[in-house]
């Protein structure tokens, strides 16, 4: 080791594997995969990952990604919730990781929520 | 891209309890249902709460999984790894509220904590080195290196206020600023990681949960004294710290961290791990450093002091693990930021490894200052089975005890001090109403007549006779007078002996003394031990107007004392009991007593 900027190169690389460890509080963005039996089985994983692997890509801090059971309309499944503090809840249905990575581009990152991919645009 | 990291401890307490065949199944449970990509198993270090190990926390969720066993796996795997559902059964109950599971920091263990030197430990994976650099690791050696000369860097621990936390407490940067005036051709620097304290476990989980921190800052030490190459000294029983401690060596020289020229400052330094065999003497620094040359871990005289005539008789920096811990940290974000922790003569926190009659023991950290009831009703969880506290030992076989009526004394060294107690390293006995304080002065005594090491003779045969005073006293057999001649014999030790485990061996006879006098009396005068522990001054009886003549304890009893027919009375013969309370335990209606 020669420089500071090597340690820190190697720093900022090893942080990005580990956020997933960081306790970001309420501040953070939170998006939520239902993963029951039913999320599941309707392909919840590939958009998990798809949601993980985005988030990764574009190095987004302050956005945690996490499962929960079923949300409680498995017709509608894979169901995903974006949580935003101080702003309501969004929820997409009927994932795919390719709405996914849409959805990190459109809402997270430029804030415009897809209505077109909502439950509220399903129930219509 | 993992989504989730499952941490699971691999401290000695949790591998005790079997937290390697945890991580095996976990693997081997993962693997079965194709999650390897997406779900990292880390074994950290120690979390602290080793009483409800073994531990496991699942992020992103933070979720806090305790006890757990082999057979809980394929259940946390198959619902919370791979359907998101929380096994609400395992969790730390401390975490479980009506409406929501909090976060470990907002526990009552956790919450008066403050996190310096085990800022890793239950964090990082110690194995593996870029996970301590992603926290700011070597960060600190980078800026010394870099930005600061030797002066300033001594200057910077000079002015945090750390003192030693090896027991001492002798201010840290004065003691780099000794060995860096000497002009030598050689000088060292040496960690002391033998804990010797029985019961104390804070340098291991520091070794075993963040070994590269102490690696980084003993080449601070280094660069500041101007010494080139450095000891640790671990004793054998470590084996888990050892390991990662050899490990994180050899990583650091790897990415050139630790060798030749190092951030191509010039600056040369390298690290040696040498094992001892587990003497308590040994962790005294000349006799630790005797060790290392190879020699009988014997202390030798101060002066001169390991700053002048230290490891191979060149100067010498010799510092505790929980002291080096705190370096990087103290270097990172200044000296005022350490200031402003603690109280006015004791800077920063202080690690404390909890025992005894404690519902959490474990290890805490927490700012100097906190009170022992805030440590013992609030981090401890309190006393079990309703019992009340009676004392807190502290400092070890070296230290003395605080009494319930001090519990309100803020910790610190000083105050400790003037109370008559120590520091010492950090192991806290906790003891309720049922320990007999002669007994506790007895057990460790019993210890450092064990670990005496023999060069001198008011500790070598002083503490032995000290042991048998004691052993009278709780036979009953002793008088008023010779609880005078204890006391003498006491100070005599202390003022005469060559090194600090003589002059501190009568410690626990004489905090106990000071604060429980009244219990010395009462094994002496009326033969009775109050807290009922001393089997010579004890008789066990049968009330006759309980015993329902079940004959169950008769049929227990292993020496045969106990007499009487089915149906009727039974009766203990005195003479042939040995005083091991079965009958007590096994009596339905409460008829044996213990007087
Ligand atoms: C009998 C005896 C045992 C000791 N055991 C230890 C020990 O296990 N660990 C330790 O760090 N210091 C121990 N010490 C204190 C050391 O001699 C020394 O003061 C300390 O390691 C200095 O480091 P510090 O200034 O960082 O505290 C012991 C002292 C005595 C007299
Ligand atoms: S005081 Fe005890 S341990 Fe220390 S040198 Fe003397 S005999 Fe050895
Ligand atoms: S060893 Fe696992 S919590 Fe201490």
């Known amino acids: 080791m020669k420089t500071i900027e090597e340690l820190m190169a190697i720093r900022e690389n090893a942080k990005k594997k580990m956020t997933v460890r960081e306790d970001t509080g309420d501040e953070a963005t939170r998006i939520v995969v239902g993963m029951a039996t039913c999320g599941i089985a309707a392909g919840a994983r590939p958009v998990l990952n798809a949601f993980v692997d985005e988030i990764a890509k574009r190095d987004l801090k302050g956005v945690t990604v996490s499962q929960t059971g079923c949300i409680g309309m498995c017709q509608y499944e894979p169901i995903v919730e974006v949580l935003e503090p101080g702003k309501e809840k969004v929820t997409y249905v009927k994932m795919t990781a390719e709405k996914a990575v849409k959805v990190v581009n459109d809402h997270i990152v430029n804030g415009n929520p897809i209505v077109d991919f909502t439950v509220g645009a399903a129930t219509k | 891209m993992y989504r989730s990291h499952v941490l699971v401890c691999g401290g000695t307490g949790c591998t005790s309890s079997n937290s390697l065949a945890i991580i095996d199944a976990l693997e081997s449970e993962i693997a079965k249902k194709g999650l390897q990509e997406e779900v990292k198993v880390v074994r950290t270090g120690c979390f602290g709460l080793c009483a409800l190990g073994p531990i496991m926390i699942v992020y992103p969720e933070g979720s806090f999984y305790s006890q757990v066993k082999v057979e809980d796996v394929p259940e946390i795997v198959e619902e919370h790894l791979l359907k998101g559902r929380l096994v609400k059964r395992l969790l730390y109950d401390e975490t479980v509220t009506m409406e929501d599971v909090k976060s470990l920091q907002e526990t ?40 600061l000369t030797p002066a300033e860097v001594i200057q910077i621990v000079k002015d945090s206020g750390l003192r030693g936390r090896g027991g001492g407490g002798f201010p840290t940067g004065l003691k780099w600023s000794f060995t860096a005036a000497n002009e030598a051709d050689q000088k060292y620097v040496v960690c002391n990681a033998d804990e010797g304290d029985p019961g104390a476990f804070m340098d291991r989980s520091v070794l075993e949960g963040d070994p590269h921190c102490i690696v980084e800052a003993m080449t601070i030490c280094g660069y500041a004294t101007g010494a080139t190459e450095g000891y640790v000294y671990v004793r054998a029983e470590y084996p888990i710290a050892v390991k990662r401690l050899k490990i994180a060596i050899k990583q650091a020289r790897e990415y050139g961290l630790l060798g030749k020229n190092i951030f191509d400052s010039g600056f040369d ?64 974000k200044g000296a005022d930021w ?3 922790m603690g109280t006015e003569k004791s800077k920063g926190t202080k690690v404390f490894a909890l025992g005894g009659k404690i519902k959490n023991t474990g290890l805490v950290e927490i700012p100097m200052g906190t009170t022992l009831r805030e440590i013992i009703e609030e981090i401890g969880g309190g006393i079990p089975n309703g019992k009340k506290f009676k004392a807190a030992q502290t400092g070890g076989p070296s230290g003395g005890c605080i009494p319930a009526s001090l519990m309100d004394t803020p910790i610190d060294y000083d105050n400790l001090t003037a109370i008559g107690c120590m520091m010492g390293s950090g192991g806290l006995i906790v003891m309720d ?68 485990l003589g002059q501190t061996a009568p410690n626990p006879v004489l905090a106990t003394l000071k604060f429980f006098r009244e219990e010395y009396v009462a094994h002496i005068q009326d033969k009775k031990c109050p807290a009922g522990v001393c089997k010579a001054l004890m008789t066990y009886s049968i009330e006759a107007d309980k015993c329902r003549g079940c004959t169950a304890c008769a049929r227990k009893c292993p020496a045969g004392a106990i007499e009487g027919k089915v149906k009727e009375v039974h009766t203990i013969n005195t003479d042939k009991c040995i005083k091991c309370g079965v009958c007590l335990e096994t009596c339905k209606f409460g008829a044996v007593v213990k007087k």
């Open chain 2, 338 to 340: 350490f200031a402003s």
């Open chain 2, 269 to 332: 330094f390298d690290l040696h791990v040498r094992l001892g065999a587990g003497a308590f003497v040994c962790g005294e620094e000349t006799a630790l450093m005797t060790s290392i040359e190879g020699n009988r871990g014997e202390p030798r005289p101060r002066p001169p002091y390991p700053a002048v005539k230290g490891l191979f008789r060149k100067p010498t920096t010799e510092n505790n693990v929980e002291t080096f811990a705190n370096i990087p940290q103290i270097i990172l």
């Open chain 2, 433 to 500: 109403e049922d320990n007999c304080m002669v007994d506790i002065a007895k057990f460790f005594l019993n210890f450092t007549v064990d670990e005496s090491c023999g060069k001198c003779t008011p500790c070598r045969v002083g503490t032995k006779r000290l042991l048998e005073m004691l052993d009278k006293i709780t036979a009953g057999k002793a008088t008023m007078e010779d609880l005078d001649k204890l006391e003498d014999l006491c100070n005599y030790i202390k003022a005469n002996s060559l090194c600090g």
């Open chain 2, 108 to 147: 009552d263990f956790y919450k008066k904590q403050h996190r310096v030197a085990l800022r890793n430990c239950g964090v990082i994976d110690p194995e593996n080195i870029e996970e301590y650099i992603a926290f700011d690791g070597y960060m600190a050696l980078a800026k010394c290196l870099k930005e």
